[in-house]
Nanobody, 121 residues
Framework: QVQLVESGGDLVQAGGSLRLSCAAS????????MGWYRQAPGKQRELVAA???????TYADSMKGRFTISRDNAENTVYLQMNSLKPEDTAVYYC???????????????WGQGTQVTVSS
């Protein structure tokens, strides 16, 4: 199986920055898209940003210009640089990877356990 291990969540003041990391390990043939989602209390999980293996990135509108997603394909790692953080960014951030375990195998989604980001006003 595959494990996604996130790190970097913390308590930060509004206007501050954090960098999240997520490393995938296990039985991996290829990873297509890697991304970050977040879920605030009482709200649905939402996409923050995603990046393909070729480096094409997608962002939720409210994160554009503040967050930057990047990826190290050789290390199966995805990063999320978060700047100008706001209290409304407070949530549990989850890493996602769409991957194959073998050549010809079907793609499936793997998820990390989540890392807490808290932004104080």
């Amino acid at each position: 199986q595959v494990q996604l291990v996130e790190s970097g969540g913390d308590l930060v003041q509004a206007g501050g920055s954090l960098r999240l990391s997520c490393a995938a390990s296990g039985i991996i043939f290829s990873i297509n898209t890697m991304g970050w989602y977040r879920q605030a209390p009482g709200k649905q999980r939402e996409l923050v940003a995603a990046i393909t293996s070729g480096g094409s990135a997608t962002y939720a509108d409210s994160m554009k210009g503040r967050f930057t997603i990047s990826r190290d394909n050789a290390e199966n790692t995805v990063y999320l640089q978060m700047n100008s953080l706001k209290p409304e960014d407070t949530a549990v951030y989850y890493c996602n990877a769409r991957l194959k375990a073998s050549n010809g195998g079907r793609e499936y989604d793997a998820w990390g356990q989540g890392t807490q980001v808290t932004v104080s006003s």
